[in-house]
């Protein structure tokens, strides 16, 4: 009777991935916990975290807050996917995790670009990255956002683009500027010659969401389902796909904006995203309401969407500041110092000579409840008995 082999165990990363995929979590979740869980086991010199407890956990948060001085956003980010670890991966009951210390994000005001700078940083941008940005800008989607547009989520005719599967898989739809309508309609006559190109040399087509391609298999090689930017040579799919056509990156994005905010001469630590805040901040300043913007942003709370109003008032967008009254005023001369006390000088004569007039003598008050009627016309019976009332 032949030996049953058992299967090798699986490992502790390859465990961690799958539950990942088995909730439907982003591939980027997926790289940023299996970093963390990877650092975790080496800070412990490779031990196992099921023979870890709260005090490796604090030991571990502890040296990145002090040591490697993360962000509040990078703190939290590790923490949780040690909590992800424990509960998901390993199954293990943490009743201690309630009492590791969660550190508390400060509220941050965003950076924000006025209209002129952001003209300016889009038109040094190259032209092979412009019209990006023109369309973030103009339209308030997050980078990934943009980078994910497939041909099916640009509507002409609606003048409408839908946003699929944003940042908590929820979906939108923003407007499409008109001034952008022909450069977006030249951008997908590019495309169209790299899916032509790719279909001509057999290539497997593009990721497609959910297994659709085992219900539709010809749908990542359809034209439908094409990137509107798409990369311009093939890259390895990060899940095992195969060599395919991929959307095009992030970084050479963000490197372009940096240099072009050195070239237009902007000293603020902008980044991509920065048009969207700038988008948001803009609207508002042009009078829309505060849930027309957080619907064009897909923010779930408008509460999110308010941190736009306190930009406009530290910017003085709404609030005009007192000293501005002042610079609008035309200085006051200075008065000249009274002349100290003696004899009065001599009047000066008249212009025309001759002898100088004497002063006028003052004259006298009338008597309370009195005045005088002027006629500038021959007497009335009217206006003499007017004035005989009022005398």
Request: hydrophobic share 40%; net charge positive; with cysteine.
């Amino acid at each position: 009777m032949p030996m049953s082999v058992e299967p090798p165990p699986v490992r502790l990363l390859d465990q961690l991935r799958q539950q990942i995929r088995y909730l439907h979590y982003s591939i980027r979740t997926e790289e940023a916990y299996v970093h963390w869980v990877r650092a975790f086991v080496h800070f412990h010199d490779l031990r196992h975290p099921a023979d870890l407890g709260r005090d490796a956990v604090q030991a571990f948060l502890g040296w990145l807050a002090t040591e490697q001085q993360v962000s509040v956003s990078t703190h939290k980010q590790a923490l949780s996917a040690l909590l992800f670890l424990y509960q998901k991966v390993l199954q293990l009951p943490v009743p201690w995790m309630s009492d590791v210390n969660r550190p508390q994000r400060a509220p941050r005001l965003p950076v924000v670009l006025s209209h002129d700078e952001v003209a300016r940083v889009l038109a040094a941008l190259p032209d092979e990255h412009r019209l990006f940005g023109q369309l973030l800008y103009g339209t308030g989607m997050r980078l990934l956002e943009g980078l994910r547009l497939r041909i099916k989520d640009i509507e002409f005719e609606r003048r409408a683009i839908i946003v699929r599967e944003g940042k908590g898989a929820k979906d939108r739809v923003v407007m499409l500027p008109a001034s952008l309508e022909q450069p977006l309609r030249h951008q997908l006559l590019a495309a169209q010659a790299l899916w032509s190109a790719d279909r001509a040399a057999g290539v497997a087509g593009v990721q497609v969401p959910n297994a659709l391609d085992r219900k539709y298999p010809r749908a990542p090689l359809s034209w439908t389902w094409f990137w509107v930017f798409p990369q311009a040579v093939l890259s390895v799919d990060p899940r095992g796909a195969g060599l395919r056509r991929h959307h095009q990156l992030e970084q050479p994005f963000q490197r372009a904006f940096k240099r072009a905010l050195q070239a237009a001469g902007i000293h603020k630590p902008a980044t991509p995203h920065t048009l969207r805040h700038s988008f948001a901040t803009h609207l508002l300043l042009a009078g829309y309401d505060i849930r027309t913007v957080q619907e064009l942003l897909g923010h779930s709370d408008v509460s999110t969407t308010m941190i736009y109003t306190h930009v406009l008032k530290l910017g003085g967008g709404a609030v005009r500041s007192p000293v501005d009254n002042l610079m609008t005023l035309s200085p006051v001369p200075a008065q000249p110092s009274a002349p100290a006390a003696g004899p009065a000088p001599a009047p000066a004569p008249w212009p025309g000579g001759g002898p100088v007039r004497p002063p006028r003598p003052p004259r006298a008050r009338e008597p309370a409840g009195a005045y005088t009627v002027t006629r500038c016309c021959p007497p009335t019976p009217n206006c003499t008995a007017a004035a005989a009332t009022a005398s």
